[in-house]
Structures are given as C-alpha cells and as structure tokens.
C-alpha cells in the first residue's frame, strides 16, 4: 500500500491556484503572510513580480510557489497556523472583529485562542458526523476577503512578552536575501515518509 502524498505534494497536485504578488514582505494569501529566503533572492534584482501559488485549504501554514519551472513550499511566518485549515482561520477572525466592530485591527493572540476552540469543537463534530462542509470555489474564496478579510489588519501585542509555551514566533518585517551569489532555487520537497496529516475540520459557525 502506498503512502499518503505529504502537504507539499498535496497542495501542488489538489490545492487552490492562485496568481500573487510577490514583493519584499512576500506573498499574502487570506492575509496570512508568506516569506523565506528563496523567495527574498528570486526577488532581488526587481521590486515585485507575479507568481503562480497553490495553497491547501486544509492546512494553510503553507503554500507552494512556481519558481520557473519547480514548485518550491514556502512557509507562513506565524509558526501558530500549523495544521489550521482556511475555515477555521475565516470562523476566529470573523468572531474577532464581531468583538471589535469598531477596530479593524485584530489581536493575533486572540485570534489564534479562537483557533484553539475552534478547532477543538470542529475535530469533535467531524468525528461524529464524518461530513465535510467546506466550499473553495473561486466565488468563495472572493466572498470570504470582501466579507470576512476586507480591510483587515493584524497585529501582535508589542507587551506581551513570549515564552516557550506560546503559540507563534517573532518574524521580521521583511527577510533579506543573503550576500552570497544567487543560486539556483533549490527544491525543498519533504521526505517521502515525512507525510503531513493536517486537521480536518468542520464549517461550524454561530451567525
């Protein structure tokens, strides 16, 4: 019996297409940030340029990228979106800012305790039902950044200070590409045996 594809794999083969932007904060998708060194040197010797992604909904701690003609798996800068599918995302960030209607600037460290419960009320109702809800047509993902993401923004809590226990990590503002000679981008593939196994979950939402 052969073994289950692993997420970068998965996500170049099934995952949504999208065309992005890249720049030097990288590339956004559902305003979740995406950035490493091989995307700061393919950049260097221009402002920005259009790539071809491929993101998976179940797992949007990473997405894909074409780089000429190899797809390399770039991660999220936020650590905190392993295994966190795009509903779950779009359900804490709609709950947020109903708690903030005034702001639309969302406290990331509540948003991912959001995560947290949503998750776990999601993994316990896909058990019992064994369904999955989710639509990620192109008309739905543009339904969710008008009516969930437009105009957001979020942002970390400068005074918190961050300890081995909590979720996420500190991320520049911008990674810098190194000084050596640009080399060819490498493929960044994951061992055969390295499978992912990201959460599913299930659309549960409280309008």
Avoid at 84 to 89: E, K, M, P
Avoid at 92 to 120: C, E, G, M
Avoid at 133 to 147: C, I, P, T, V
Wanted: net charge negative.
């Amino acid at each position: 019996m052969m073994p289950p594809p692993d997420m970068h794999t998965a996500r170049t083969v099934f995952g949504q297409h999208k065309t992005a932007t890249l720049d030097k904060t990288g590339i956004t998708i559902l305003k979740v940030r995406y950035h490493s060194e091989l995307l700061a040197n393919w950049l260097r010797r221009q402002d920005s340029c259009t790539v071809n992604v491929r993101w998976h909904p179940k797992d949007i701690s990473a997405v894909s990228v074409q780089l000429g003609d190899q797809w390399y798996e770039v991660p999220s800068v936020d650590a905190s979106l392993e295994g966190v599918s795009a509903q779950t995302w779009l359900t804490a960030t709609r709950r947020i800012k109903a708690a903030n209607p005034t702001s639309n600037r969302l406290d990331l460290v509540a948003v991912r305790q959001a995560i947290k419960a949503i998750a776990a009320r999601n993994e316990a109702a896909m058990a019992a039902a064994s369904l999955n809800l989710e639509d990620w047509s192109e008309e739905a993902f543009a339904r969710a950044e008008k009516n969930v993401l437009a105009g957001v923004e979020f942002r970390e809590r400068a005074s918190t200070p961050q300890n081995d226990n909590e979720l996420g990590r500190a991320v520049p503002d911008h990674v810098e590409p190194s000084d050596a000679s640009p080399k060819a981008p490498r493929h960044t593939g994951k061992h055969e045996n390295d499978a992912a196994n990201p959460t599913a979950t299930l659309n549960v939402e409280e309008d």
